[in-house]
C-alpha cells in the first residue's frame, strides 16, 4: 500500500516543515495552502492520511473534511487545531477524523498518530476487497436462488422453505447446492458470512 500523506496548511512553514519530515520516512507527500485545493486534486489522490488544519482560512477543517466524506473520499483525516478549539475538534473526530493534535505537537505524537491511521485504513481496504469480492460471488446466484439463500438466513428449513416459495422439498434441496458451488462455501455458516460480508444479511438475522 502506497504511504500517501496529504497536508492541508495555509502556513507555508507547517507544511515544509512536515513535508520533510515525512519524506524522510518512505511516505509519500503533498501539500496544500487550503480545504479548497485539497478537494479539487481529491478525485486524482490515492488513499492516505490527510492532516487538516481545523482553522483555515476560506472553508474550515471540520468543513473540509464533511466533503471529503461526502464525496466518498478514502481517507483518515488527523485535525491538527489549537488549544482553544479541542471541543471542535473533538467534534471532528465524531464526524470520523482520526485523530486530532494539539499546536505545537512532538514529532512522535505525529508519527504515532500516522501508523494508526495507516493501520486502521489498511483494515479498512482489506475490509471493502471481501466486501467486493463477497458481493460479486452473490451475484452470480439467480434470483430463486437468493431467496432460498434468504430463507436460509432466517433460519428456515428445507421444508418451510418450500412452502413458502411454493417449490417441493427436492427442487430446494437442488437450489441449495447450487448457491453453496456458485459461493464456493461448503457449509451454511460459510454462507451466512459471506452473506453478511456483502450486506446481503445482517448480524441479527444470523444471530436470530
Given at each position: 500500500?502506497?504511504?500517501?500523506?496529504?497536508?492541508?496548511?495555509?502556513?507555508?512553514g507547517?507544511?515544509e516543515e512536515l513535508?520533510?519530515?515525512?519524506?524522510?520516512?518512505?511516505?509519500?507527500?503533498q501539500a496544500?495552502?487550503?480545504?479548497e485545493?485539497?478537494?479539487?486534486a481529491?478525485?486524482t489522490l490515492?488513499?492516505?492520511?490527510?492532516?487538516?488544519?481545523?482553522n483555515l482560512?476560506?472553508?474550515?477543517?471540520?468543513?473540509v473534511?464533511q466533503?471529503l466524506?461526502?464525496?466518498?473520499?478514502?481517507?483518515?483525516?488527523i485535525m491538527l487545531t489549537?488549544?482553544?478549539?479541542?471541543?471542535?475538534?473533538?467534534?471532528?473526530?465524531q464526524a470520523g477524523?482520526?485523530d486530532?493534535?494539539l499546536k505545537p505537537?512532538a514529532?512522535?505524537?505525529?508519527?504515532?498518530?500516522l501508523?494508526?491511521?495507516f493501520g486502521r485504513?489498511a483494515?479498512e481496504q482489506?475490509?471493502?476487497?471481501?466486501?467486493?469480492?463477497?458481493q460479486?460471488?452473490?451475484?452470480r446466484?439467480s434470483?430463486?436462488?437468493r431467496d432460498?439463500?434468504?430463507?436460509?438466513?432466517n433460519?428456515?428449513?428445507n421444508?418451510?422453505?418450500?412452502?413458502t416459495?411454493g417449490?417441493?422439498t427436492?427442487?430446494?434441496?437442488?437450489y441449495r447446492g447450487n448457491?453453496?458451488?456458485?459461493l464456493g462455501?461448503?457449509?451454511l455458516?460459510?454462507?451466512?458470512?459471506l452473506?453478511?460480508?456483502?450486506?446481503f444479511a445482517?448480524?441479527?438475522q444470523?444471530?436470530?
Open positions: 500500500m502506497i504511504r500517501a500523506v496529504y497536508i492541508v496548511d495555509d502556513d507555508a507547517i507544511r513535508s520533510e519530515l515525512l519524506a524522510a520516512r518512505d511516505v509519500t507527500v496544500f495552502d487550503s480545504g485545493a485539497l478537494l479539487k481529491s478525485p490515492a488513499s492516505g492520511c490527510v492532516i487538516l488544519d481545523l482560512p476560506g472553508e474550515s477543517g471540520i468543513a473534511q466533503r466524506r461526502e464525496a466518498g473520499a478514502d481517507h483518515q483525516v489549537g488549544e482553544g478549539d479541542v471541543p471542535t475538534a473533538v467534534q471532528a473526530m477524523a482520526s486530532f493534535l505537537f514529532v512522535r505524537s505525529l508519527l504515532a498518530s501508523e494508526a491511521a485504513l483494515e482489506h475490509a471493502q476487497s471481501a466486501r467486493l469480492q463477497a460479486a460471488a452473490l451475484a446466484l434470483p430463486r436462488e432460498v439463500l434468504r430463507e436460509l438466513i433460519g428456515a428449513p421444508k418451510v422453505i418450500a412452502f416459495l417449490l417441493s427436492r427442487t430446494v434441496e437442488m448457491l453453496m458451488e456458485k462455501v461448503r457449509s455458516p460459510d454462507a451466512m458470512r452473506a453478511l460480508a456483502a450486506g445482517t448480524v441479527e444470523i444471530a436470530t
